[in-house]
């Protein structure tokens, strides 16, 4: 009864951190297990940036081989590939450019995802010295770094990114009204006027390919 | 070309909705003929004088009847029939630069009832499906947890076990269509949601196995893919409704859809329920990684972006008819058929208008009706063969109502691509094709 009570207690005042596993199934990771997957680096502070460091100059040699087929050599993009560059000042227009420049929050995000999950069919192949480098040219081709810098983990947290106060955290909706009783009967005040038949136009589907 | 493949559907219909009797009169013809053939001593076999597609139909025994068929083990995996081969999934390729990150879309209009088969799930990829040897797979829980913990398959398959039945939705479905009609085509407009079986062991029976931490708030969620796929979700949802999976449909999940394992987020934006799971870390922030910061975040016309949208709001689509699905038999009876469903819970009523939401009529839903899954719902309707846009109004169980796009264009302008769930509109015409149009 005591002892019950007692883990009770426990159990309570760390809802989740019980002093010991549940079932007992799996096995504990090692710290070594552990360094070969651990490689998220968070982006607003830069937590979990390794060591070393890359130049602008070898960046622009890297990207060149390793990144500008689909990128643009001036990470304009190639295609429907992603463009890395530009796009200041388009976020309210017609045809937002999303960019590091124009819309990413954090710097060391771009270290993150270069370093998980490029180059495209080689994810994981660059040496960390290698993404500083890469990350650091990017930087340099929107304007963030100059052309004769070095990048390490502490120059990459100091970088502040133009488009840092961009974003909203936590979510508005719902913002459409939802009337208790939604109408039923005579709802419009016109007749319904098709506005868009872009679809019928365009004509694509599953049997159809978009016309040029 | 458009053009031309809409008066063959109407040259389709028409020929549809004639009256049949011409039809059998001539088969009746022939088979008369036949007979006083066969009665003047001229052997000519009856299939023989019969049209090609029609050799099978009565008075006529048919061929699969007078033969016999395969046996038990001739395809040990079942596939559909032959006859069903344009139920698959489709992509639109200027849609993007490569397959391997790239979507394809689950041909909606094509099924019935609520469960979507494995293999016409939709994909989406960011780096093209990984052939994973689950023997070799590992799972690790570590961060702010008391004990890091590593899980094979079988370890997670020990588990005390638990199944639902859960819809999955991109963020983008609909995505093409903010500024307009774009995707004339159920398939391409609402494509990108299924809703199967899942089965795996609870993410909170597995954070407890590892002991979380409590100064622990969210938690990031890694793919083992080429992409390494990450987002953070707040902690309070993974120990709330999370489901670590390795079954769908009851079978062990297809290699598109996270073999051998997987995260499901009920209700929530499909981006996050993380296939090829291998790595979930506990922390006190959000990593604010490439996936929710530049893509999977939804712009304003302010300019600014919010972050972290995750739930589905409630949805709905008339998958028959639609442009896949004309009216083709001419005026007369229809069941207009379509699916809800909401993020927030089950689905309270879906509304049906045939006038371009003047007057609307109340479906019923075909039970089951599932938290967090698709629920389907008809109407029974007559068309008078006049010019008809057919809409459907999912409410769910908060008294949310999904709204027009207009609605949604005033709260959030065209530029945001995820979270379009506006009611769509289908134009029926008089030759009973049907397109995607929007309308004010």
């Known amino acids: 009864m005591f002892l019950a009570l007692l883990s009770a207690l426990l159990l309570g005042g760390s809802a989740h951190a019980q002093s010991a596993a549940p079932y007992g199934i799996g096995r504990p990771a090692t710290a070594e297990q552990i360094k070969g997957w651990d490689i998220d680096i968070r982006g607003d502070d830069g937590r979990g940036l390794p060591p070393g460091k890359g130049t602008v100059k070898q960046g622009e040699e890297l990207y060149l081989s390793q990144c500008a087929s689909c990128h643009g050599e001036f990470g304009e993009g190639n295609g429907r590939w992603p463009e890395l560059m530009g796009g200041k000042g388009t976020l309210t227009s017609d045809d937002p450019r999303k960019t590091v420049g124009s819309y990413w929050p954090y710097a060391p995000t771009l270290f993150d995802y270069i370093r998980r999950t490029m180059p495209f069919t080689a994810p994981q192949s660059l040496s960390d010295d290698e993404v500083y480098a890469i990350t650091a040219y990017i930087l340099n081709l929107n304007d963030l770094l100059p052309a004769d810098a070095t990048l390490d983990a502490a120059g990459l947290v100091a970088i502040r990114l133009p488009n840092r106060d961009g974003f909203i955290e936590g979510d508005p909706r719902p913002d459409t009204a939802s009337p208790a009783a939604p109408c039923m009967t005579n709802c419009r005040k016109a007749p319904p006027k098709v506005t868009s038949d872009l679809a019928e136009r365009l004509g694509v589907t599953p049997s159809r390919k978009p016309k040029d | ?440």
């Open chain 2, 1 to 440: 070309m458009a053009t031309h493949d809409r008066n063959e559907v109407a040259r389709h219909v028409a020929a549809m909705s004639a009256t049949s009797q011409p039809v059998l009169s001539a088969r009746r013809r022939l088979l008369m003929g036949a007979g006083v053939a066969a009665a003047s001593g001229a052997l000519l076999h009856p299939k023989l004088a019969l049209a090609k597609g029609s050799e099978n139909l009565p008075p006529n025994v048919p061929d699969w009847t007078r033969s016999l068929g395969t046996g038990v083990n001739e395809k040990p995996y079942g596939v559909p029939s032959s006859f069903e081969k344009n139920v698959v999934r489709r992509n639109v390729e200027w849609l993007t630069a490569t397959e391997q990150s790239s979507v394809n879309f689950t041909p909606l209009p094509e099924l019935d009832g609520i469960i979507t088969p494995s293999g016409l799930c939709f994909e989406r990829h960011h780096a093209g499906v990984p052939e994973i040897d689950p023997a070799q797979h590992r799972l690790v829980i570590h961060g702010m947890v008391a004990r890091p913990l590593i899980f094979t398959m079988d370890d997670l398959v020990r588990f005390p076990s638990t199944s639902r039945i859960l819809f999955l939705e991109c963020p983008a479905n609909g995505g093409m269509e903010w500024k307009g009609a774009q995707m004339d085509g159920c398939q391409f407009t609402h494509g990108m949601v299924h809703c199967c079986e899942w089965t795996g062991v609870a993410l909170s029976t597995l954070l407890a196995e590892a002991g979380v931490l409590p100064e622990a708030k969210w938690m990031l969620a890694e793919g083992a893919d080429g992409a390494a796929m990450t987002r953070s979700i707040p902690l309070a949802k993974a120990l709330d409704d999370c489901i670590v999976c390795y079954a769908q449909n009851g079978e062990r999940i297809r290699p598109e859809q996270g073999y051998p394992v997987r995260l499901m987020v009920p209700g929530w934006e499909g981006n996050v329920n993380v296939k090829w799971l291998r790595r979930l870390k506990l922390g006190d922030r959000p990593w604010h990684h490439r996936e929710e910061t530049s893509k999977y975040t939804d712009l304003m016309p302010d300019g600014k972006a919010r972050q972290f949208t995750f739930t589905m709001d409630a949805n709905s689509v008339v998958t028959a008819p639609c442009p896949e699905k004309p009216l083709k038999f001419g005026k007369g009876f229809y069941e207009i058929r379509g699916l809800a469903w909401s993020g927030h819970g089950r689905i309270k009523r879906v509304d049906v208008s045939v006038d371009g939401g003047n007057n609307w009529q109340t479906a019923v839903l075909q039970e089951p009706v599932l938290s967090k899954a698709l629920t389907r719902f008809r109407l029974p309707w007559t068309w008078d063969g006049a010019p008809t846009l057919v809409q459907s109004r999912a409410i769910d169980e908060t008294g949310y109502v999904q709204p027009t796009i207009e609605q949604l264009r005033a709260a959030r302008g065209v530029n945001s691509i995820y979270h379009k769930n506006a009611q769509q509109t289908w134009r029926v015409n008089p030759d009973g094709t049907v397109n995607n149009v929007q309308i004010l």
